[in-house]
Protein backbone atom coordinates (compact mmCIF):
# COMPACT_ATOMS: atom_id res chain seq x y z
CA UNK A 1 0.00 0.00 0.00
CA UNK A 2 1.34 3.37 -0.93
CA UNK A 3 1.91 6.21 1.61
CA UNK A 4 1.36 9.64 0.56
CA UNK A 5 2.88 13.11 0.59
CA UNK A 6 1.94 16.12 0.45
CA UNK A 7 4.42 18.97 -0.95
CA UNK A 8 3.21 22.73 -0.44
CA UNK A 9 5.26 24.64 -3.48
CA UNK A 10 5.05 28.13 -3.71
CA UNK A 11 7.26 28.46 -7.09
CA UNK A 12 7.61 26.10 -9.26
CA UNK A 13 11.61 25.18 -8.99
CA UNK A 14 11.77 25.28 -5.24
CA UNK A 15 9.92 21.86 -5.14
CA UNK A 16 11.19 18.29 -3.35
CA UNK A 17 13.88 18.35 -6.09
CA UNK A 18 16.21 15.45 -5.34
CA UNK A 19 14.07 14.24 -2.62
CA UNK A 20 11.11 13.02 -5.17
CA UNK A 21 13.12 9.99 -5.85
CA UNK A 22 13.72 8.95 -2.48
CA UNK A 23 10.19 9.29 -1.87
CA UNK A 24 9.38 7.34 -4.62
CA UNK A 25 11.69 4.63 -3.93
CA UNK A 26 10.30 4.30 -0.32
CA UNK A 27 6.50 3.37 -1.90
CA UNK A 28 5.01 7.39 -1.58
CA UNK A 29 2.50 9.04 -3.72
CA UNK A 30 3.45 12.16 -4.20
CA UNK A 31 0.59 15.21 -4.51
CA UNK A 32 1.49 18.71 -5.25
CA UNK A 33 -0.50 21.51 -3.42
CA UNK A 34 0.19 25.08 -5.55
CA UNK A 35 -0.14 26.76 -2.63
CA UNK A 36 -0.83 30.30 -4.06
CA UNK A 37 -3.79 28.72 -6.32
CA UNK A 38 -4.95 26.15 -3.79
CA UNK A 39 -7.59 25.80 -2.63
CA UNK A 40 -6.22 24.02 0.88
CA UNK A 41 -10.26 22.95 2.57
CA UNK A 42 -9.40 20.14 -0.52
CA UNK A 43 -6.29 19.06 1.32
CA UNK A 44 -6.66 17.54 4.82
CA UNK A 45 -3.48 18.29 6.54
CA UNK A 46 -4.01 14.91 9.06
CA UNK A 47 -4.45 12.80 6.39
CA UNK A 48 -1.00 12.47 4.24
CA UNK A 49 1.79 10.01 6.10
CA UNK A 50 4.39 12.89 5.33
CA UNK A 51 3.98 17.02 4.38
CA UNK A 52 6.65 18.98 2.97
CA UNK A 53 6.74 22.63 2.76
CA UNK A 54 8.82 24.03 0.59
CA UNK A 55 10.43 27.61 -0.10
CA UNK A 56 9.39 30.95 -1.75
CA UNK A 57 10.62 34.08 -2.05
CA UNK A 58 7.98 35.91 -0.04
CA UNK A 59 8.37 36.38 4.09
CA UNK A 60 6.34 34.28 6.59
CA UNK A 61 4.22 37.19 7.64
CA UNK A 62 2.75 38.70 4.14
CA UNK A 63 -0.79 37.38 4.14
CA UNK A 64 -1.39 40.80 3.34
CA UNK A 65 0.39 41.21 0.11
CA UNK A 66 -0.30 37.27 -0.48
CA UNK A 67 -3.66 36.14 1.61
CA UNK A 68 -3.37 32.46 0.39
CA UNK A 69 -0.71 32.29 3.28
CA UNK A 70 -4.00 32.63 6.06
CA UNK A 71 -5.21 28.85 4.70
CA UNK A 72 -1.54 27.79 4.09
CA UNK A 73 -1.05 28.13 7.83
CA UNK A 74 -3.75 26.90 8.97
CA UNK A 75 -3.47 23.32 7.05
CA UNK A 76 0.59 23.39 8.94
CA UNK A 77 -1.11 24.14 11.82
CA UNK A 78 -3.21 21.53 11.58
CA UNK A 79 -0.46 19.16 10.85
CA UNK A 80 1.52 20.25 13.61
CA UNK A 81 -1.20 19.69 16.21
CA UNK A 82 -1.49 15.99 14.57
CA UNK A 83 2.27 15.33 15.70
CA UNK A 84 2.87 13.51 12.17
CA UNK A 85 6.04 14.45 10.36
CA UNK A 86 6.41 17.45 8.86
CA UNK A 87 9.49 19.03 6.84
CA UNK A 88 9.72 22.58 6.44
CA UNK A 89 12.32 24.07 3.93
CA UNK A 90 13.20 27.88 3.96
CA UNK A 91 9.81 29.49 4.41
CA UNK A 92 8.60 26.38 5.13
CA UNK A 93 10.39 26.40 8.11
CA UNK A 94 9.84 30.23 8.71
CA UNK A 95 6.12 29.76 8.78
CA UNK A 96 6.75 26.59 11.23
CA UNK A 97 8.75 28.43 13.57
CA UNK A 98 6.39 31.53 13.36
CA UNK A 99 3.43 29.04 14.27
CA UNK A 100 5.22 27.84 17.13
CA UNK A 101 5.81 31.26 18.53
CA UNK A 102 8.94 32.03 17.14
CA UNK A 103 9.94 35.15 15.76
CA UNK A 104 11.02 35.59 11.45
CA UNK A 105 12.75 38.72 10.95
CA UNK A 106 15.23 40.26 8.55
CA UNK A 107 18.88 39.01 8.83
CA UNK A 108 21.01 41.39 11.08
CA UNK A 109 22.26 44.65 8.74
CA UNK A 110 20.35 43.59 5.66
CA UNK A 111 22.57 40.80 4.52
CA UNK A 112 21.28 38.24 2.48
CA UNK A 113 22.79 34.54 2.81
CA UNK A 114 22.64 33.24 -1.20
CA UNK A 115 25.26 30.16 -1.97
CA UNK A 116 26.82 27.18 -1.09
CA UNK A 117 28.04 26.43 2.29
CA UNK A 118 28.65 23.55 4.88
CA UNK A 119 26.71 23.93 7.95
CA UNK A 120 28.25 24.14 11.83
CA UNK A 121 26.45 21.40 13.96
CA UNK A 122 25.14 21.81 17.50
CA UNK A 123 25.29 19.53 19.79
CA UNK A 124 22.33 17.74 18.99
CA UNK A 125 22.56 18.14 15.39
CA UNK A 126 25.51 15.93 15.69
CA UNK A 127 23.53 13.27 16.50
CA UNK A 128 20.67 13.86 14.54
CA UNK A 129 19.99 12.86 11.02
CA UNK A 130 21.34 16.32 9.55
CA UNK A 131 24.77 14.87 10.23
CA UNK A 132 25.16 13.26 7.55
CA UNK A 133 25.33 15.81 5.60
CA UNK A 134 28.98 16.13 6.94
CA UNK A 135 30.97 19.06 5.95
CA UNK A 136 29.02 18.87 2.13
CA UNK A 137 27.94 22.66 1.26
CA UNK A 138 24.27 23.11 0.61
CA UNK A 139 22.47 25.97 -0.93
CA UNK A 140 21.59 28.88 1.50
CA UNK A 141 19.41 31.71 -0.03
CA UNK A 142 17.52 33.85 2.11
CA UNK A 143 17.39 37.12 3.54
CA UNK A 144 15.03 36.69 6.80
CA UNK A 145 15.88 34.38 9.85
CA UNK A 146 13.55 32.21 12.34
CA UNK A 147 14.22 31.94 15.75
CA UNK A 148 14.18 28.51 17.32
CA UNK A 149 10.68 28.47 18.98
CA UNK A 150 9.93 27.05 22.46
CA UNK A 151 10.00 22.98 22.60
CA UNK A 152 12.11 22.63 19.81
CA UNK A 153 15.93 22.23 19.22
CA UNK A 154 18.79 24.06 17.42
CA UNK A 155 20.70 21.51 14.98
CA UNK A 156 22.56 23.82 13.25
CA UNK A 157 24.14 27.08 12.24
CA UNK A 158 26.57 29.16 10.19
CA UNK A 159 28.29 32.09 10.41
CA UNK A 160 25.89 34.52 9.43
CA UNK A 161 22.51 32.98 10.84
CA UNK A 162 22.50 31.15 14.01
CA UNK A 163 19.50 29.54 13.45
CA UNK A 164 19.86 27.22 10.53
CA UNK A 165 17.88 24.42 11.58
CA UNK A 166 15.74 22.83 14.51
CA UNK A 167 13.25 20.04 15.40
CA UNK A 168 10.87 18.55 17.41
CA UNK A 169 10.66 15.23 18.71
CA UNK A 170 11.35 13.10 15.61
CA UNK A 171 8.70 14.02 13.41
CA UNK A 172 9.56 18.21 12.70
CA UNK A 173 12.34 19.29 10.78
CA UNK A 174 12.79 22.55 9.78
CA UNK A 175 15.55 23.59 7.71
CA UNK A 176 16.75 27.27 6.62
CA UNK A 177 18.72 26.13 3.71
CA UNK A 178 18.05 23.84 0.76
CA UNK A 179 19.95 19.90 1.16
CA UNK A 180 16.64 19.21 -1.31
CA UNK A 181 18.04 21.94 -4.35
CA UNK A 182 18.80 20.11 -7.16
CA UNK A 183 22.76 21.55 -8.22
CA UNK A 184 21.71 20.15 -11.80
CA UNK A 185 19.20 22.66 -12.07
CA UNK A 186 20.93 25.64 -10.74
CA UNK A 187 19.50 27.18 -14.00
CA UNK A 188 16.23 27.96 -12.85
CA UNK A 189 17.17 29.29 -9.62
CA UNK A 190 19.34 32.00 -11.23
CA UNK A 191 16.30 32.78 -13.87
CA UNK A 192 13.64 32.82 -11.62
CA UNK A 193 15.27 34.98 -8.75
CA UNK A 194 17.35 37.06 -11.00
CA UNK A 195 16.42 40.76 -9.78
CA UNK A 196 17.07 39.32 -6.10
CA UNK A 197 20.96 38.09 -7.52
CA UNK A 198 21.31 41.46 -8.77
CA UNK A 199 20.21 43.63 -6.46
CA UNK A 200 22.10 41.13 -3.77
CA UNK A 201 25.24 41.14 -6.02
CA UNK A 202 25.94 37.87 -5.92
CA UNK A 203 28.27 35.90 -8.43
CA UNK A 204 25.77 34.64 -10.99
CA UNK A 205 28.88 32.75 -12.56
CA UNK A 206 30.18 31.88 -9.15
CA UNK A 207 27.08 30.19 -8.20
CA UNK A 208 27.02 28.30 -11.49
CA UNK A 209 30.35 26.95 -11.28
CA UNK A 210 29.57 25.77 -7.52
CA UNK A 211 26.73 23.95 -8.59
CA UNK A 212 28.52 22.14 -11.14
CA UNK A 213 30.99 21.30 -8.45
CA UNK A 214 28.30 20.23 -6.25
CA UNK A 215 26.29 17.94 -8.89
CA UNK A 216 27.22 14.81 -7.53
CA UNK A 217 28.41 15.28 -3.90
CA UNK A 218 25.57 16.99 -2.38
CA UNK A 219 22.32 14.98 -3.86
CA UNK A 220 24.33 11.87 -2.27
CA UNK A 221 24.52 13.80 1.00
CA UNK A 222 20.40 15.26 1.04
CA UNK A 223 19.65 11.98 0.24
CA UNK A 224 20.96 10.17 3.11
CA UNK A 225 20.18 12.69 5.58
CA UNK A 226 16.24 12.27 4.20
CA UNK A 227 16.77 8.52 4.42
CA UNK A 228 17.81 8.36 7.98
CA UNK A 229 14.85 11.48 8.84
CA UNK A 230 12.37 9.12 7.09
CA UNK A 231 13.48 5.91 8.96
CA UNK A 232 13.43 7.81 12.20
CA UNK A 233 9.74 8.62 11.55
CA UNK A 234 8.99 4.89 10.49
CA UNK A 235 8.54 5.65 6.78
Keep these: MSKLAYIVRHINFENAGILESVL??????LTYIEAPLAN????DAKEADLVIVCGAPIGAYDEKLYPFLTDEIKF????????????????????????????VEPMKHGKKEIGFG??????????????LLGNVPVLHWHGDE?????????????ELCQ???????????????HMEADPTLIESW?????????????????????AKRLCQELPA???????????????
Excluded at 118 to 131: C, F, K, Q, R, W
Aim: proline letters at 3%; hydrophobic letters at 40%.
Design 24 to 29: AERGFE
Design 40 to 43: FEHY
Design 76 to 103: ITDRINSKKPLLGICLGAQLISRIMGGH
Design 118 to 131: PIEYTTEGSSSPLA
Design 146 to 158: FEIPKGAVRLAKT
Design 163 to 177: NQAFSVGSHILALQF
Design 190 to 210: LVGHCAELSNARIDICKLRDD
Design 221 to 235: AGKAACIAWLEENHL
